[in-house]
């Protein structure tokens, strides 16, 4: 993980706003954040240092949520998302609000807003580079509410662009137009959420709003399919959850996401017991845990999977 250990801790924390081109820039700490916490443009960078912080914030455009070290939490409609060692955390102003803390450990964050127009329009030239005039047409491709509130892990370069910008905005030494520092962001995020962009629009529907509600009820699914890892749980029952018929969910799983919630569950299943595997258990516990009859029935598992039977598996 990138670090922020080159930050001088004894810089002195600007308390007034510095603005660049429609990008508002600003670092705040426990004793100018409630000054400092409106904004005046769609775009803003505001960097961070904490120790311990609750608040309740109001997502605006497209938010990224990053800490180079210790770590934040997000709640939203009882689900926890964990900013640290990596990963972020993405959500829009399709949610109202969602809680934030951050418990005794110093935390060095960045909050990016991105005016979700700009966003409409990078997903709009990266799914069609060749269009030259669609952009009066941009309202086709509006920040779906569902398509980017998730967590994930950053590549290095995305990690290295994040830190640069925690540093860079609390010690006033941004060395290039901060506009230009969102445009590059923007287009790095969609980049490496494109797997996800494809999903959505892979989904054959006659109606935007209709693509939407589909792509919605698909994630509640997956995400009770991410959650039944040990339990036993019927295709209809995920089904039911997405207020679909089974041979619907199946059919639409697979058009968005390329694999049926068969394999998909299947495949999780074998990915958690490489991961239990690494924290000491046994291949019989990991078996019996993951709802496989015997061991071997896991083992012919785990190499469809793997290649490799979990004797010879090099973890």
Same mark, same amino acid.
């Given at each position: 993980?990138?670090?922020?250990?080159?930050?001088?801790?004894?810089?002195? &924390? /600007?308390?007034?706003?510095?603005?660049?081109?429609?990008?508002?820039?600003?670092? %705040?700490?426990?004793?100018?954040? *409630? %000054?400092?916490?409106?904004?005046?443009?769609?775009?803003?960078?505001?960097?961070?240092?904490?120790?311990?912080?609750?608040?309740?914030?109001?997502?605006?455009?497209?938010? #990224?949520?990053?800490?180079?070290?210790?770590?934040?939490?997000?709640?939203?409609?009882?689900?926890?998302?964990? %900013?640290?060692?990596?990963?972020?955390?993405?959500?829009?102003?399709?949610?109202?609000?969602?809680? %934030?803390? &951050?418990?005794?450990?110093?935390?060095?964050?960045?909050?990016?807003? @991105?005016?979700?127009?700009?966003?409409?329009?990078?997903?709009?030239?990266?799914? *069609? /580079?060749?269009?030259?005039?669609?952009?009066?047409?941009?309202?086709?491709?509006?920040? =779906?509410?569902?398509?980017?509130?998730?967590?994930?892990?950053?590549?290095? *370069?995305?990690?290295?662009?994040?830190?640069?910008? &925690?540093?860079?905005?609390?010690?006033?030494?941004?060395?290039?137009?901060? #506009?230009?520092? &969102?445009?590059?962001?923007?287009?790095?995020?969609?980049?490496?959420?494109?797997?996800?962009?494809?999903?959505?629009?892979?989904?054959?529907?006659?109606?935007?709003?209709?693509?939407?509600?589909?792509? +919605?009820?698909?994630?509640?699914?997956?995400?009770?399919?991410?959650?039944?890892?040990?339990?036993?749980?019927?295709?209809?029952?995920?089904?039911?959850?997405?207020?679909?018929?089974?041979? +619907?969910?199946?059919?639409?799983?697979?058009?968005?996401?390329?694999?049926? /919630?068969?394999?998909?569950?299947?495949?999780?299943?074998?990915?958690?017991?490489?991961?239990?595997?690494?924290?000491?258990?046994?291949?019989?516990? @990991?078996? =019996?845990?993951?709802?496989?009859?015997?061991?071997?029935?896991?083992?012919?598992?785990?190499?469809?999977?793997?290649?490799?039977?979990?004797?010879?598996?090099?973890?």
């Amino acid at each position: 993980m990138c670090s922020v250990e080159m930050l001088d801790r004894s810089v002195l &924390i /600007p308390e007034s706003k510095t603005y660049n081109s429609s990008c508002d820039i600003v670092h %705040v700490n426990h004793k100018n954040y *409630h %000054v400092l916490k409106p904004r005046t443009s769609e775009n803003r960078i505001m960097s961070s240092f904490f120790t311990s912080f609750e608040d309740q914030v109001r997502p605006r455009g497209l938010g #990224i949520k990053f800490a180079a070290e210790g770590q934040e939490d997000y709640w939203l409609q009882g689900k926890r998302y964990s %900013v640290s060692q990596g990963r972020y955390f993405l959500v829009n102003d399709s949610v109202p609000s969602l809680d %934030v803390t &951050i418990k005794n450990k110093a935390t060095w964050s960045v909050c990016v807003d @991105i005016d979700a127009q700009l966003v409409n329009d990078v997903l709009q030239q990266w799914l *069609h /580079p060749n269009d030259l005039d669609s952009h009066h047409h941009i309202s086709r491709y509006l920040l =779906t509410p569902d398509l980017f509130i998730r967590e994930a892990e950053a590549s290095n *370069h995305l990690q290295r662009l994040l830190t640069n910008l &925690i540093t860079s905005s609390a010690s006033q030494t941004l060395q290039v137009s901060a #506009i230009e520092l &969102i445009y590059e962001l923007t287009s790095l995020v969609i980049e490496e959420n494109k797997g996800v962009v494809d999903s959505y629009y892979r989904l054959q529907t006659a109606k935007s709003s209709t693509r939407k509600e589909v792509f +919605r009820r698909l994630l509640v699914g997956k995400e009770v399919l991410d959650d039944s890892l040990f339990t036993e749980l019927s295709m209809k029952e995920v089904a039911e959850a997405c207020c679909m018929s089974e041979f +619907r969910f199946y059919r639409l799983f697979r058009q968005c996401f390329g694999d049926s /919630p068969y394999n998909y569950l299947f495949k999780k299943r074998i990915d958690k017991s490489i991961e239990l595997k690494k924290q000491g258990q046994s291949w019989v516990e @990991i078996a =019996t845990l993951l709802n496989f009859t015997d061991l071997s029935a896991f083992s012919k598992s785990f190499k469809k999977v793997m290649g490799v039977s979990p004797s010879k598996a090099i973890l």
